[in-house]
């Protein structure tokens, strides 16, 4: 549990995060257009026709589905048909995960470096343009950044406790962010050797705890 210093740490961060992003948002709503990137129709087109962008070797769209992993498309079609098909709703999705990559990256850094470092890398992450705009893009960088950071902790924690169930669950993290960015698909290539040599356990757990982080990547 937090301290009432840690939970106000939290808070500020947190809040600072919000109003950051929704003033961007608020000024670029107006004009929803401009919450597109030359990447964004290609995205929202695998989104309203998975089927054909993913199966159908046939048509226009499976080509374009050949250049992007399914991950984000598939995040942006259940969003949609939760949402009348209203591209905003998207960004509103993309801002909250936004904030809460905020709150993870404060909540890591408590356990691991105290309050004041928590409070400088949150607070610098609640402000960070490139973060702060992705949010508001139609692009997959702030959902990949959410995975890719919730896997990284989980796999510390696997690591510190030799734990196979946490490492697999981890390897799934990454594996579900390979599909939103392929790029994830080199980091078994650090991760499992890793594991084979700095983990605090028999060579056999280790062995054990590596092959689960891969099944399940």
Excluded: K
Excluded at 3 to 17: M, P, S
Excluded at 34 to 48: I, Q
Excluded at 62 to 68: K, Q, S, V
Excluded at 163 to 187: C, E, H, K
């Amino acid at each position: 549990s937090l301290t009432v210093l840690e939970r106000r740490g939290l808070i500020a961060v947190v809040a600072l995060a919000v109003v950051v992003r929704l003033v961007l948002f608020f000024i670029v709503a107006p004009e929803p257009s401009r919450f597109h990137t030359a990447d964004t129709p290609a995205y929202l087109a695998l989104a309203r026709d998975l089927e054909t962008g993913y199966a159908d070797r046939d048509s226009n769209l499976f080509e374009i589905g050949l250049e992007r992993t399914p991950g984000y498309p598939v995040l942006m079609q259940g969003i949609l048909s939760l949402a009348a098909d209203e591209e905003v709703a998207i960004i509103v999705v993309q801002i909250a995960a936004s904030v809460g990559l905020v709150a993870l990256v404060f909540l890591f850094t408590l356990r691991w470096a105290g309050l004041a470092c928590a409070s400088v890398a949150g607070a610098a992450l609640a402000v960070d343009p490139t973060t702060v705009i992705h949010a508001n893009y139609l692009l997959p960088g702030t959902f990949f950044a959410v995975a890719v950071l919730a896997a990284t902790i989980t796999f510390l924690s696997g690591v510190r406790q030799a734990s196979p169930q946490r490492l697999a669950l981890a390897g799934a993290l990454f594996g579900a962010s390979a599909l939103i960015r392929p790029i994830s698909l080199y980091i078994p290539l650090v991760l499992v050797p890793l594991c084979l040599l700095i983990l605090p356990a028999a060579p056999r757990t280790r062995i054990v705890c590596s092959l689960a982080f891969l099944l399940a990547f």
